[in-house]
């Protein structure tokens, strides 16, 4: 049996990976709860897909960003510990999502210059940031990768969550826009857990949603927001 309580599956470039993981820290905080934190990423997940034709235009530079960072994480676990990945992982979306974008920010998150910074403030070796052009670990990646969509079926994207692992059930989401009060998180939570707890739950979804509310995602506050119809994580409008 697994020691934690919840699997979640992350690449750290995805806004609503990232507004589900700090919901998954809320609850954790109030119910004790111990998270592993595995990896998916989203470049090798699309490597079938044409991007040009299926996404944004800065989707490409950012998926594969998300894989060099995955590298880092997989060394980070490998020669740190489970332990450590949770800490960088929290480092990394503070980064990319909670300050403003800057232009090229989907190139420039998958170099040292970036990720140099991050490993120092969690007390990680800057040598760490060599993993970014090592593809040795791609193999690792992803393994993890088709270990979670095993879990849920194809169709999906990130976070995936697997409750009481390794027997529960899996999920793609929660996917949320904005994040909970302190109260309202483990409210949510319960319901979520309540649903995934069912035998016979399959998927509850819907494509129109409003953009994430991170900084770095260029939400204000004092903007109204506005629903729009994402397919895949993304306003793509081919599948």
Known sequence: ?????????????????WMTSKWVRMVGEQRDYAVEWRFISLRLLNAHVDYDASFPPEYEAGHTSGLRLLRVA???????????VGPLYEALGRQI???????????????????????????????????LDDDAGDAQ???????????TGKDVGTPILQFRPPEGVAFFGPV????????EAVELWDHVIGLASFPGFAEMKRSL?????LVGFGWRPE?????EDWHGGSRRQKR
């Open 1 to 17: 049996m697994s020691d934690a309580d919840l699997r979640f599956w992350f690449d750290p470039v995805c806004p609503f990976a």
């Open 74 to 84: 997989a060394r980070v676990r490998a020669e740190h510990g489970p332990q450590a």
């Open 97 to 131: 999502f909670e300050t403003a974008n800057e232009p090229g920010d989907e190139v420039r998150r998958g170099t040292r210059e970036f990720l140099e910074p991050v490993l120092a403030e969690v007390g990680l070796p800057a040598d760490l940031a060599d993993a």
């Open 141 to 151: 990646i992803q393994a993890e990768t088709d270990e979670a969509l095993a879990l």
């Open 176 to 183: 949320i826009s904005r994040l909970p009060s302190e109260a």
């Open 209 to 213: 949603r409003e953009r994430p509310q």
């Open 223 to 227: 903007e109204q927001q506005v629903q």
